[in-house]
Structure formats: structure tokens, C-alpha cells
């Protein structure tokens, strides 16, 4: 089989990272979150266009997990990622993060799960243990470990290995 200098595995993921920004839009907006719908963001504390508070940073050094629900402000929403204000332990603080940075996106509300690679470039910046980081969560509920459908609820893990030939 002949390489795919398209790339079109670099191609899926960035469409895919468009189904986060429609969605982190839709929240944004005036109405707020439909029904019962709320999103767990897990993204790279250290990837590039990432600001988060230092106090944040030092407590999650690899990885952690927002949950956006009930309580968070100044959304904004753009092409290259969003902004929003979270209170951890009832502090409010300001996260920004272009959507290169998320490695995994969850509504359970509806069983909806991606989970991105991270670019073998990215993956030499990173230092540290992998994925065994503990997670913070904002806006009320904190994820018990990592973010995962329970089994028979009907929910998918979309991987992007599941569409490449080996």
C-alpha cells in the first residue's frame, strides 16, 4: 500500500475537533446547554496555546479534566479553540486552550466520546508519566477516574485507529 502523504488521519482529527467547537458554540450561546447535556474536556496542560492558572498547572502537570455544566462563564468560543472561566475549590479561574490541546471530549448525557491521538511531534514535547494523571473537574462533579461510557449503555469510543489500514 502506498504512504498517505495526504495525511488524512491528521485530516479526521481536525474535522472531528469541529464537532467540539459546534458543540462548545451551541453551549456558548444564549440558550446555554440543552436538556440534560454537559461536556468532560480532558486536554494537555502543557501543549502549546494552553493558559491556565499556575496553581492549576502545578496540581495538573500533564493532563486534566474540565467539566463544563451548570456553572461556568465568559465562554468564547473561536476557530482555534476556546475561553472559559471555571471555579475550582470556589475560586474562579481562566482557562484558555486551542482545540489542538483536548485529548478526549464526553457528553455522557448521551454516550457521546472522542478521543484524539496526540501528534508524535507533541508527544516528544511532552515530559512525565502518561496518562495516569489524577483529574480536577469544575462546575460540580468530579469524574471518578477517567472519563469512560459505562459498557451496555450504547455508547461508542470513536478512535481514529479503528479507520486506518495496518
Known amino acids: 500500500m502506498a504512504k498517505d502523504l495526504m495525511r488524512y488521519d491528521l485530516m479526521a482529527q481536525d474535522a472531528l475537533r469541529g464537532v467540539v467547537r459546534q458543540a462548545l458554540l451551541k453551549a456558548g450561546g444564549p440558550e446555554g446547554l440543552p436538556g440534560q447535556h454537559h461536556f468532560y474536556i480532558t486536554f494537555r496542560t502543557r501543549a502549546p496555546g494552553v493558559d491556565i492558572d499556575p496553581s492549576l498547572l502545578e496540581k495538573y ?30 475560586v474562579p479561574k481562566y482557562l484558555k486552550m486551542p482545540y489542538s490541546a483536548i485529548s478526549r471530549f464526553h457528553d455522557p448525557s448521551v454516550g457521546f466520546h472522542l478521543q484524539f491521538e496526540q501528534e508524535p511531534d507533541a508527544e516528544a514535547a511532552q515530559t512525565g508519566p502518561d496518562d495516569d494523571e489524577p483529574k480536577a473537574a469544575a462546575g460540580g462533579k468530579a469524574p471518578a477516574g477517567k472519563v469512560k461510557p459505562k459498557s451496555g449503555d450504547g455508547a461508542q469510543v470513536v478512535s481514529l485507529d479503528s479507520f486506518r489500514k495496518k
Open 61 to 90: 502537570p500533564e493532563e486534566m479534566t474540565i467539566v463544563l455544566e451548570h456553572q461556568f462563564w465568559d465562554l468564547d468560543v473561536t476557530e482555534t479553540g476556546f475561553e472559559v472561566t471555571l471555579k475550582f475549590s470556589g
